[in-house]
């Protein structure tokens, strides 16, 4: 039984998925496969691999929006494999949070090379090993994306969602208003302040047992804010 890293392999190919089952198991990995975007989510969910070979065209869901999903909690580095050589694409793909980026059809030698590249720069300090937060009253299920507040499970908007994600993936850090307007909002509003305290208003009603004196949503004075870490 190999002890070497997991890797998911996302592809809905059966040849492909053969071919790399080979490669990969020759070259001392341990492999879980998935044909469609939705078992990959439940199945990274369920036991984190420490890498992902995601193809962008599968049968259920684009491929970009499993990489987003999975970049909700996911820290492991993910590899895209897919057909489409647009420069566009690629770029898509990077921005969204992939690692790296390989054509059809490609070597599996130089595959495994990209994996031993992407594996050696993996930071594992704080990393997540689990598709659940929880804090105080609040905790996550980003698999299912159920936020509950207490015994109650609550509703938020998608751009809410967003936030309060962004917001997880640093928790204790300060972060700026301008880098949260970018990560959640996009480039094209860093200087909308407004929209943050309107969303993290709302957040504070949602989640917290006393808004006026949050104890999970922390602001920074002048800077932005910071996600209590314990």
Excluded at 3 to 31: F, K
Excluded at 82 to 94: G, N, P, T
Excluded at 170 to 196: D, I, Q
């Amino acid at each position: 039984m190999s002890n070497g890293p997991l890797i998911l392999i996302v592809e809905d190919e059966p040849p492909l998925r053969r071919l790399l089952r080979t490669s990969l198991g020759d070259a001392g990995y341990r492999l879980v496969e998935a044909e469609t975007g939705a078992l990959a989510i439940k199945l990274a969910s369920q036991q984190p691999p420490d890498l992902v070979i995601l193809d962008l065209g599968l049968p259920d869901m684009d491929g970009l929006a499993v990489l987003v999903r999975l970049r909700e909690w996911l820290k492991a580095p993910i590899l895209i494999l897919s057909a489409r050589d647009q420069e566009k694409e690629k770029i898509a793909a990077l921005d969204q949070g992939a690692d790296d980026y390989l054509t059809k059809p490609f070597s599996p030698g130089e595959l495994l090379a990209r994996m031993r590249v992407a594996l050696r720069h993996v930071v594992r300090q704080g990393e997540p090993r689990s598709s659940t937060f929880a804090l105080g009253r609040l905790k996550v299920d980003f698999a299912t994306r159920r936020v509950m507040a207490g015994d109650a499970e609550i509703h938020l908007t998608p751009l809410e969602y967003k936030l309060l994600t962004t917001l997880i993936q640093h928790a204790g850090k300060v972060l700026t208003h301008r880098f949260l307007l970018k990560e959640v909002w996009g480039p094209l509003h860093l200087a909308e302040n407004h929209y943050l305290r309107v969303f993290m208003a709302s957040l504070r009603r949602k989640i917290e047992e006393d808004s006026s004196q949050p104890k999970i949503f922390l602001t920074e004075p002048g800077v932005g804010y910071r996600l209590a870490s314990e």
